[in-house]
């Protein structure tokens, strides 16, 4: 297997399909994804549904095959996704009047059934999220981060004015925020996007953005504020307290199954997977050593332990296949399963069993009187060790001394020289589209985000050398 230094992503297609999590398909960037694979996202589905039901949201399902005189209603938002749009022409043997594109965000569909549900100020505020499939026919495809169909969950919400859409904007952004770091273990920034970076058609974009151990980043999730753009070109009015129509503010916001590649290329290391307690398929693995067949005990034990375990609602697994000790544990370490539980013929006399922790290079003993409490204790440290090794990883390659083109320039030249990542640079931006788009095509390094909370403020523009007027980061991303 590849190893993450010389190949990183090598490392992690290896890495992803070995551990079946997913397969490829026919049909160019679109893969099959595996019940592992599937479970990680189904952890993630839970713990957004649970928060965005908290806020008042609701689930519902819209179709998948759009108009396109939807999209030439609002027009920066066709030219943002056409060269990514695929198109139905035909159906039962003939050509269709009208081209329909499978979906690559719901913007248009939604607003044009807004416009008919939404009457009054009565009938708002409208919070509705969306899981689903999209399209969007990439010219690269990477599993999980970028394919040519992926899975997320979509949010669109109208609301009475300016004031609670952009609260609406900001509520959703933190909640990815706390998702992504406290389920995920994965440290992110937050900010917003620069004009040139925004969703096609909104007024503001903001992103939660995460670096992966190569150094990348990868946009995490987004939310949007639509001011009253799609409002307009779908006639979303209401009728409000004064008897007067106008129209609705709208936002819209998302997360998709990248999050699932970003776990793996933030977490993972030389031996595979490891995940983060909250979201492994499988949270222990028990496995008996020796010669456990001829000790009926060892298995009882086991048995005994698991049931222990699963009543306290941990995701366990027995392996009792006919393999050697020495492949499950390998096995099982690729799958990166956050503890395993050797039981042997002398553990068992010692009333005692071995515990390895994924992230962690020992292992050790414990009595089995107290083993059920000590495995609950060890997944909440690992989970919250995951996110602690990762944040230091991440503000140890966060560079904060790079002030100018050059500077850059040659901060990626000694990168190169030392074999070490080039990380992200935080730097000053004059507001000039012109500035942003030759420190991409210098370096390939685009601004990720204008953070709210910068560990530092910018003077002068990476590229032009005048009074900045934001400070970004910069970074090559997936």
Not at 36 to 43: A, K, N, P, S, V
Not at 110 to 122: A, D, F, V
Request: glycine share 6%; aromatic share 10%.
């Amino acid at each position: 297997m590849s190893t993450q230094q010389n190949d990183f992503t090598k490392w992690y297609i290896d890495t992803i399909q070995k551990a079946d999590l997913m397969d490829y398909t026919p049909v160019r960037g679109c893969i099959a994804f595996k019940p592992d694979g599937y479970e990680i996202w189904e952890h993630i589905q839970d713990e957004m549904n649970k928060r965005f039901k908290e806020t008042g949201h609701r689930n519902a399902y819209f179709p998948m095959l759009i108009p396109e005189s939807f999209f030439e209603k609002e027009k920066d938002h066709i030219e943002g996704f056409a060269p990514e749009l695929p198109w139905v022409t035909e159906a039962a043997g003939e050509k269709l009047e009208e081209r329909l594109a499978l979906r690559p965000t719901s913007e248009t569909m939604i607003g044009h059934l807004y416009s008919n549900w939404i009457k009054s100020y009565r009938d708002l505020p409208v919070l509705i999220n969306q899981w689903a499939n999209v399209f969007r026919w990439e010219k690269k495809t990477l599993p999980f981060i970028r394919t040519s169909e992926f899975l997320w969950q979509e949010g669109h919400t109208a609301h009475v004015d300016e004031e609670e859409a952009r609260k609406e904007t900001m509520q959703m952004l933190n909640i990815y925020k706390e998702v992504i770091e406290e389920l995920l273990a994965i440290p992110v920034y937050d900010g917003e996007k620069t004009p040139s970076e925004r969703f096609a058609g909104a007024v503001d974009t903001f992103s939660v953005e995460a670096m992966m151990k190569d150094g990348k980043a990868v946009q995490a999730g987004t939310s949007h504020y639509l001011g009253t753009k799609f409002a307009e070109a779908f006639d979303i009015k209401y009728l409000n307290k004064e008897n007067k129509h106008q129209h609705a503010h709208t936002t819209s916001w998302g997360t998709s199954t990248r999050l699932i590649g970003s776990v793996i290329m933030v977490h993972g290391d030389e031996q595979g997977l490891v995940l983060p307690p909250r979201v492994a398929p499988t949270q222990v693995v028990l496995i008996p050593v020796g010669p456990w067949k001829k000790n009926p005990a060892i298995m009882e034990k086991l048995d005994e332990l698991y049931a222990a375990l699963k009543a306290k609602g941990i995701r366990v697994r027995l392996d009792d296949s006919d393999q050697s000790p020495g492949y499950k544990f390998n096995e099982w370490e690729l799958k990166g399963v956050p503890v395993r539980v050797d039981l042997g013929p002398r553990d068992l006399e010692n009333n005692q069993a071995l515990i390895k922790v994924r992230d962690l290079a020992d292992k050790e003993s414990v009595e089995l009187a107290v083993i059920v409490e000590r495995i609950e204790e060890e997944l909440k440290t690992m989970q919250t060790r995951l996110l602690e090794t990762a944040r230091a990883f991440r503000d140890q390659n966060s560079h904060l001394n790079v002030n100018s083109l050059e500077e850059l320039k040659q901060h990626l030249a000694d990168s190169t020289e030392k074999g070490s990542i080039p990380g992200w640079v935080l730097a000053g931006w004059c507001g000039d589209d012109a500035c942003e788009e030759n420190v991409k095509e210098e370096t390939k390094f685009t601004t990720r985000n204008i953070p709210f909370n910068p560990p530092a403020e910018k003077a002068t523009c990476i590229n032009c050398g005048k009074e900045s007027k934001h400070t970004v980061w910069f970074a090559r991303s997936y």
